[in-house]
Nanobody, 120 residues
Framework: QVQLVESGGGLVQPGGSLRLSCAGSGINLSSYAMNWYRQAPGKERELVAG????????NYADSVKARFAISRDNAKRTVYLQMNSLKPEDTAVYYC?????????????WGQGTQVTVSS
C-alpha cells in the first residue's frame, strides 16, 4: 500500500520559516517526480513546487520563488519543502504529490495534507 505522509506544518508568524517533510512508504520515490501543492479555503489547489525524480530540476510558482526550496533524499524516501519569509497568504493545507508517467498515463499519489497557518 502506497502512503505519503506529510509533517512539519503548524502556526508561524509572518516572516518565519517552516520545513515540511513528505515520507513515502510502499513506493519507490526515486522513480517519481515529486510536487508540493497547496489549497487555501475557497481556492483551487495550486502547484507550489516540483522536483524531478533525479532531483536535477526544480520548478516553483512565481508566488514562492526565492522563498521556498524543494529537495529530496531518495535514500530516505523523503521530500522536503523549506519555506522561508512566510506570508499570511501562504496559509493553506499543503499536500505532497508523487507523479510518474507509465505507458502514456499519469500515475498520481497524494498525501493527506498538513496545515500551515501564517498569522501574528
Amino acid at each position: 500500500q502506497v502512503q505519503l505522509v506529510e509533517s512539519g506544518g503548524g502556526l508561524v508568524q509572518p516572516g518565519g520559516s517552516l520545513r515540511l517533510s513528505c515520507a513515502g512508504s510502499g513506493i519507490n520515490l526515486s522513480s517519481y517526480a515529486m510536487n508540493w501543492y497547496r489549497q487555501a479555503p475557497g481556492k483551487e489547489r495550486e502547484l507550489v513546487a516540483g522536483i524531478a525524480a533525479t532531483g536535477g530540476t526544480t520548478n516553483y510558482a512565481d508566488s514562492v520563488k526565492a522563498r521556498f526550496a524543494i529537495s529530496r533524499d531518495n535514500a530516505k524516501r523523503t521530500v522536503y519543502l523549506q519555506m522561508n519569509s512566510l506570508k499570511p497568504e501562504d496559509t493553506a493545507v499543503y499536500y505532497c504529490n508523487a507523479r510518474r508517467l507509465i505507458m502514456g498515463s499519469q500515475l498520481h499519489y497524494w498525501g493527506q495534507g498538513t496545515q500551515v497557518t501564517v498569522s501574528s
